[in-house]
Nanobody
Framework: VQLQASGGGLVQAGDSLRLSCAASGGTFNDYGLGWFRQAPGKDREFVAA????????YLTDSVKGRFTISRDDAKNTVYLQMDSLKVEDTAIYSC??????????WGQGTLVTVSS
């Protein structure tokens, strides 16, 4: 499966952005999906995940209450709604598809820059 993230940009602290990740080449609802980010000079970190059926979501503590992950299987797309953005959310955000507990497929990232 191929993944392509989009929706990044330059925003101010407190603003919102919605990232999208479109999948192709596979059966979308075979996969759990996740978002990860990598800030300059830091390791990649987990941000959010959603189960195959969309009923279960996971968020890292630093984004709980601000970010929401969702999926639209009709559009083969997973979303990351990011509200109340902070400067420390600045990173390259990537999506990934999980099969049997492992993220096998990764998309190119989209850059999110939050200014103060």
């Amino acid at each position: 499966v191929q993944l392509q993230a989009s929706g990044g940009g330059l925003v101010q602290a407190g603003d919102s952005l919605r990232l999208s990740c479109a999948a192709s080449g596979g059966t979308f609802n075979d996969y759990g999906l996740g978002w990860f980010r990598q800030a300059p000079g830091k390791d990649r970190e987990f941000v959010a995940a959603i189960s195959r059926n969309g009923y279960t979501t996971y968020l890292t503590d630093s984004v709980k209450g601000r970010f929401t992950i969702s999926r639209d299987d009709a559009k083969n797309t997973v979303y990351l709604q990011m509200d109340s953005l902070k400067v420390e959310d600045t990173a390259i955000y990537s999506c990934a598809a999980r099969l049997r507990g492992t993220y096998h497929y990764w998309g190119q990232g989209t850059l999110v820059t939050v200014s103060s």
